[in-house]
């Protein structure tokens, strides 16, 4: 074949290109999404515990976002606890973790820098831990010594407190007294009260209530919702000043290196434009559904009892520096550097951000109730069927 001038190569081009395109189909322009499959796995219970409803709002944006994508949400340790999950992700066995910087302690020592009462004592400090260079370091260390890429941070409620069948309030109301806690950095506060402390993954803390074998707990009010029946008395000395609870979410390095650009980044926006702004206002507000619902002002009467500066400063004097100590004996020796720096920036956190500064202490919880509603309907259904079963199996 002989073309005589340049218009006839240009034809020819224009040709060849059709019978391409005829052959290959048009060329895409959309995004290269992968069809996965996470199992999520978390220590805490599942809906109504707002952290619960918000993994779930994750999966419905997830299986919405990732066409043909499934996410599996785990609950009270069902597949993996904390530390075992952390084990699984750096394997490739898991792909992510609801993670809680107290129980990760046990596989990552330096987690344990930013745990201990009485530090993040205001909504906006609490709100800006992700921006510490505390958490930077921590965040670095799981990567690189863990293979765990980091995706946002969150807090579980405010209000952590002590739970049991009587009032705890005094430093002697705690002697004696078996209690179960969520890591072994809050077993200082605990010793230093007089209690027994014991590390218990929340699963197992209802039947440990019903049976006697503790005494009662440190939880959240939505760990307190769960409980109220076996632990009706319920203390919370301000904000965070029983034990502060934050979150990290994590998914394995493993798996996260196996999904496409386009991929990771509707994951990583899902989380941390999505799920955990949602996350922090359903913890608000469930703080103030409960509150509303239990709070009382009499000590010596059941439900949720916020104690005097008085009271407060007593259970402060009591504990002295005895997190401080505890998190040096069981964390290396470079690490200590880091649990000053936490605290000083702690500080800084709540002197920048007084109460009510913070926009989550505006939020509209009318606008977010029905989310509670429906799984609390979920929930009560679930337990009626059950019922029923455990009935129909004894005729």
Known sequence: MRFNNARGMFRFGLAAAAVSVALTGPVSTASALDKVTIRFASDLTGPPHPAAISKEYFRELIEERLPGSKVQTFYAGALYNIPEAMEAMTEGNLEMTWGQFGKAGQVEPYMNVVVGPMNLSTPGAINEIGNFKTVAMLKDRLEKLHDIKTLGYGHMSMFIGAGSGSRLLKPEDFAGKKLRSMGPAENAALSAWGANPTTMAFGDVPPALQTGVIDGLLTSLGGFNVVKDQAPYFTVAGINGIVGDYYWIGASGKWWNSLSADTQKVIADTVANDMMPFEKKMNWCNDRRMLDKYS??????????????????????????????????????????????????AKAAVAANPIGSDPLEKTDCEALAHYFTKYEKIDKAAEKAKGAAAKAGKK
């Open 296 to 345: 009382t002002t009499d000590p010596t009467k059941p439900g949720i009892y916020i104690a005097s500066d008085a009271e407060q400063k007593a259970l402060a004097d009591k504990l002295g520096n005895g997190t401080v100590k505890w998190l040096k004996e069981n964390t290396p020796a470079d690490a200590h550097e880091w649990i000053a720096t936490f605290r000083q920036e």
